[in-house]
């Protein structure tokens, strides 16, 4: 039979393995921010030395990259969103663990 403190100690466990997740989540948004800065920095360079080229004469390789750089945003849109959404995920776990135990409540009150 589980005791009072053995279900605060495996509640006070369970809210920090769901901090832990939390902070994954907050890596892979910092991972998508990053990869969303890449094609406009990539767009930038690309816009700076357009007066040493002709973009009809190297429209082949401005598509290709043009083509790299939406992937690049859309790949870190879904990076953000993704993480965003698990966040949320956990805070809801948090909260709901937080409810249910008198112990955490007490000393989590927000």
């Keep these: 039979m589980i005791t009072e403190q053995q ?22 948004m910092r991972t998508g921010i990053a990869v969303f800065a890449l094609p406009l920095s990539i767009f930038s360079a690309l816009i700076a030395t ?13 598509v290709l990259v043009s083509l790299m750089n939406i992937s690049l945003i859309f790949f870190s849109v ?26 955490l409540r007490k000393l989590l009150e927000s």
């Design 7 to 28: 279900n605060d100690i495996l509640s006070i466990n369970q809210v920090q393995l769901l901090l832990a997740e939390k902070r994954t989540a907050l890596a892979v």
């Design 50 to 62: 357009s007066k040493w080229y002709e973009a009809v004469d190297v429209w082949p390789l401005l």
């Design 78 to 103: 879904y990076l953000i969103t993704r993480s965003l959404r698990r966040m949320h995920q956990y805070d809801r776990m948090i909260a709901d663990i937080k409810y249910n135990n008198q112990s």
